[in-house]
């Protein structure tokens, strides 16, 4: 049963004009778990989901995307951890093969030449199992994002998303050639085509379309207010790039001070995208719910 409380918070804040991500943002933030949340915007007894009028300001999203990403957290690092410990995986192996390789090929008389030939095979091999995997996880994290009020682990976010992968694949592709296209005829019609089709790849997990039913669902959602989002996407890019270049100079700074090199501390760069990514994951998510709502 939903708790009543939840459903007269929700009831006073409806009232007062609040949007239905205002809310849940508050909610989470407030520690209540967002299955139940979600339970009392759709209980038949509760209150309907209030209708967003205008895409929200940019901080107002960020926000909203915060209290997300805390109760999410978890999950989407463990789902962008399977590939990353892949990838280490795939390293480390590399490595030992090649020791290996290198010291019988020092103590025979074979040809070293098939010996390349099979190193460049497997290595294509390998990335693309890379590329599928980080594709995998790409779209697993979509859909913890997108069924959190079920609050799915990551087990489950990998197998839903799993039928996903050749659409999602497929979209991004058409979206890569037309923003080439776009950018090798002028500049700015690829800057235009990136952000027309900016929301195809949540269109392929949030409504099913693909390909380019997907780009024209995301250029209706964009068009007329390519600006808008623009400024939106480049408020969450901007505070990416500061908070990089900000780690990099303190990260310089106490390198040089104990007498360090950069580039052995540099990993922490790679762990604090790590952590980081999940979050612009969420905003972006945020941005096309706002984006698909505000539109009839």
């Known amino acids: 049963m939903v708790n009543q409380q939840l459903l007269d918070y929700i009831k006073q804040q409806t009232q007062t004009g609040k949007s239905r991500e205002e809310i849940t943002s508050a909610l989470l933030a407030a520690g209540w778990q967002a299955s139940d949340v979600e339970q009392a915007f759709t209980n038949p007894s509760g209150v309907p989901m209030p209708a967003a009028s205008e895409i929200p300001k940019s901080r107002q999203i960020l926000k909203e995307s915060w209290a997300i990403y805390k109760n999410r957290f978890k999950t989407l690092i463990a789902i962008i951890l399977i590939p990353t410990a892949g990838y280490l995986l795939l390293i480390l192996l590399g490595i030992l093969l090649t020791a290996v390789a290198t010291g019988f090929l020092k103590q025979s008389a074979v040809s070293i030449q098939p010996w390349k030939i099979?190193?460049?095979?497997?290595?294509?091999?390998?990335?693309?199992?890379?590329?599928?995997?980080?594709?995998?996880?790409?779209?697993?994290?979509?859909?913890?994002?997108?069924?959190?009020?079920?609050?799915?682990?990551?087990?489950?976010?990998?197998?839903?998303?799993?039928?996903?992968?050749?659409?999602?694949?497929?979209?991004?592709?058409?979206?890569?050639?037309?923003?080439?296209?776009?950018?090798?005829?002028?500049?700015?019609?690829?800057?235009?085509?990136?952000?027309?089709?900016?929301?195809?790849?949540?269109?392929?997990?949030?409504?099913?379309?693909?390909?380019?039913?997907?780009?024209?669902?995301?250029?209706?959602?964009?068009?007329?207010?390519?600006?808008?989002?623009?400024?939106?996407?480049?408020?969450?890019?901007?505070?990416?790039?500061?908070?990089?270049?900000?780690?990099?100079?303190?990260?310089a700074i106490f390198g040089s001070l104990i007498g360090i090199k950069y580039n052995y501390i540099s990993w922490i760069s790679n762990i604090?995208?790590?952590?980081?990514?999940?979050?612009?994951?969420?905003?972006?998510?945020?941005?096309?719910?706002?984006c698909k709502a505000t539109r009839p």
């Open 118 to 251: 099979a190193g460049i095979i497997l290595g294509i091999i390998a990335i693309i199992f890379l590329i599928y995997l980080y594709i995998w996880a790409t779209v697993a994290q979509l859909f913890a994002i997108k069924d959190q009020a079920q609050a799915i682990g990551w087990k489950e976010a990998y197998k839903r998303s799993k039928p996903k992968i050749g659409p999602f694949f497929s979209t991004s592709i058409l979206n890569g050639l037309a923003v080439l296209g776009g950018t090798i005829l002028f500049i700015v019609p690829g800057i235009i085509f990136g952000l027309w089709f900016s929301q195809s790849p949540y269109v392929v997990v949030e409504e099913g379309l693909a390909n380019t039913a997907a780009l024209k669902r995301s250029k209706y959602y964009v068009k007329g207010r390519i600006g808008q989002i623009f400024g939106k996407l480049f408020y969450i890019g901007i505070i990416t790039l500061g908070l990089y270049i900000g780690l990099s100079i303190i990260l």
């Open 272 to 290: 604090f995208s790590l952590v980081w990514t999940p979050l612009v994951t969420v905003y972006s998510y945020q941005l096309y719910k706002y």
